[in-house]
């Protein structure tokens, strides 16, 4: 929870306050930026609250040891669009995992990365006051269009069932 307690909306912010936490406990890190040496990178972009619309992609053959700030810029900014599908941080974080199957490195073989990126997630979640409003509004106005499709589904029909030899009243 340490590092996202110093979280900002600032890029730049973001990561030196990441750079420090890293350098306070160099066991935890150290796996990690073995795996992923742009890693930083990463949770400072993620860090940052926003409106996400597309999920960018990064080549599916590239190795996490070589992929460099802009792959790493990429895979952080992913995790807004995808928090705004889904409802539970790990929901967010399996899907944020398929859409990158070499995060698997980091799941499988680093020791609490799992829960480390669940706690990351979770208050992304809470704190993310765009998901929270799409979430609310995309089940509404679900729940809207498909009333105003059923009520002019049964108005169409009704309108077009007269009986054989009656005039319409209507003009068109």
């Known amino acids: 929870m340490l590092v996202y307690s110093t979280r900002t909306n600032n890029v730049a912010t973001n990561r030196a306050s990441i750079h420090k936490i890293v350098d306070k406990y160099p066991v935890f890190f150290d796996q990690i930026l073995e795996r992923d040496p742009h890693f930083v990178e990463m949770l400072a972009h993620m860090h940052v609250l926003r409106f996400g619309i597309i999920v960018l992609e990064v080549s599916w053959i590239k190795e996490m040891q070589n992929w460099d700030a802009e792959d790493n810029r990429r895979v952080g900014r992913a995790m807004a669009p995808i928090m705004r599908m889904v409802q539970t941080s790990d929901a967010t974080v399996d899907a944020w995992r398929s859409n990158y199957p070499q995060l698997d ?16 997630v979770s208050g992304l979640l809470r704190d993310n006051k765009f998901g929270m409003l799409f979430r609310v509004r995309y089940v509404e106005s679900n729940n809207i269009f498909s009333f105003f499709r059923f009520s002019l589904t049964r108005h169409h029909t009704q309108l077009w069932r007269r009986p054989v030899g009656h005039k319409c009243r209507h003009r068109y």
């Open 105 to 120: 490195l980091l799941f499988d073989e680093v020791d609490g990365f799992n829960e480390f990126m669940l706690v990351i």
